[in-house]
Every structure is written in C-alpha cells, then in structure tokens.
C-alpha cells in the first residue's frame, strides 16, 4: 500500500512540477541568465516550506503519514564540502536543463532525449558508490 500511495505522490508532483513549468528548459535558462523571477519563486517557496516541515519534524514524538518515528540526523557543517557540490549540481543543472526531480517529469511528459540524462546520473551514482570509501568526506 505504501507503494502506490509513494506512486500516487509523485505522479502528482510531477505534474505539479510540469504545469508550473519548473520542468521547462526555457524557465531553467531565464533563471541562470537572471531574466525573470519565476524559478527563484518556486526554489524559494520549496526552501521556506522545506525549513518549516524539518523544523516541525525536529519536535519529539512526530510521526509520519504511517505512523513511523521521524529522526533528523545532524551531519557536520563544512561549507566547503558543499559549496563544492552546490557548483557542481549547478553546472550539471544548466548543462543539462533539468534538476534530478524533473528528469522523470519530463521523461513522462514523453521527451525522450532525457533518458541519456537519466541514465548519466544513475551512473554518476553507480561509481559514487563504487568510489566513495577512498574519497575525503
């Protein structure tokens, strides 16, 4: 039951995703080239409702939609750790048009070509994995 109703969610945040436009390669590049306010608005309401929903996860005893406990860990802060991975995210975002989340959008929006882009992250991933024990964390 889990499963469908995790299905049912992200089809409906796709299409969330795609009617707002956060998943148009014409929005992405008018938010790197500083053209319209329109993705900083969206990125923007994201971070803020993100920051209330952890803040309000942190309180004791919360739970989740299926009554699971809810636990934050707390990871050390290095700023260089993630400026660097924040440039490199970014690079690939406007390399490629498209975050993580609306590669699947438009994959199921039937743009086809993303599917290299798809299969580019999931190999990322795969020698990440293979790599991470010898890399400095």
Do not use: N
């Not at 743009?111 to 994995?129: D, Q």
């Amino acid at each position: 039951m889990k499963g469908f109703i995790y299905l049912v969610v992200g089809i409906f945040f796709g299409i969330v995703l795609f009617k707002s436009e956060a998943a148009s390669w014409f929005r992405i590049y008018e938010m790197f080239q500083f053209d319209a306010f329109h993705m900083y608005g969206i990125i923007g309401s994201a971070w803020f409702l993100g920051m209330l929903f952890t803040l309000w996860a942190k309180k004791e005893g919360r739970t989740s939609f299926f009554g699971d406990a809810i636990s934050i860990a707390s990871k050390e802060r290095s700023f260089w750790r993630y400026a660097l991975g924040g440039v490199f995210f970014g690079l690939g975002w406007a390399l490629v048009g498209a975050c993580p989340g609306p590669m699947y959008t438009l994959l199921g929006a039937g743009f086809l070509p993303i599917l290299l882009v798809i299969l580019g992250a999931l190999l990322g991933t795969f020698v990440y994995g293979v790599i991470k024990e010898k890399l400095p964390h």
